[in-house]
């Protein structure tokens, strides 16, 4: 009776860890960064306009990556919408999107000079311990997009370069508008 109870017993925790997963992968899908010092780490970082008053967040996790998923809404004209994506083992801000419909002002429009300014100021402030590793791609290697509807944005990217070797695939984009120097769009891949 107890060698049958103890097959019954392995058989179910086989079935179990199936099911749930080993600790060792639970374990692996817990935040190292909680969302509440998410939220501080991306107001730190942001001003999130005030009349995006609805909050939502999620967690996503696969392939060995996780990430908060934190999204500021307007529901009230204008609308729009701000999004930052953390990087929950670095705590790393890899994406950030500053959507609106808010009018553009163009009361002191800004150079692609001044945009990369801007940009490489959050860029030391976002990635202080990996700035060294990136240098900036002149605006003669990009390429420009043939489709240029809507209001003028100046696209700025940096790339990662390790030990003397440039990594295209790797680095900081930026989207800048060029009407009154807001960054819309930031995005990390490393």
Same mark, same amino acid.
């Given at each position: 009776?107890?060698?049958?109870? =103890?097959?019954g017993l392995t058989v179910c925790l086989i079935a179990i860890l199936t099911v749930i997963g080993p600790p060792s992968l639970l374990a692996a899908q817990k935040p190292n960064l909680s969302l509440e010092e998410a939220i501080n780490l991306a107001k730190k970082n942001f001003a999130i306009p005030e009349e995006?008053?609805?909050f939502s967040s999620s967690y996503e996790a696969n392939s060995g990556q996780a990430a908060w998923?934190?999204?500021w809404r307007a529901s009230e004209a204008p609308y729009g919408e701000?999004?930052?994506q953390i990087d929950v083992k670095s705590g790393s801000i890899t994406r950030m999107s500053n959507w609106g419909q808010d009018p553009i002002t163009c009361n002191s429009p800004i150079s692609?000079? %001044?945009? =990369?300014e801007s940009a490489a100021a959050l860029l030391e402030r976002l990635l202080p311990d990996r700035v060294d590793e990136l240098q900036w791609v002149p605006d003669d290697e990009?390429?420009?997009p043939l489709d240029n509807?809507?209001?003028s944005v100046y696209t700025l =990217?940096? %790339?990662r370069v390790h030990q003397g070797i440039p990594f295209p695939e790797n680095g900081a984009t930026f989207q800048v508008r060029s009407g009154d120097g807001r960054i819309l769009d930031y995005s990390l891949t490393w």
């Open positions: 009776m107890i060698r049958y109870c =103890r097959l995006y008053r609805e998923i934190l999204s701000f999004t930052v692609r000079a %001044q945009a =990369r990009l390429i420009i509807g809507g209001a =990217r940096w %790339q």
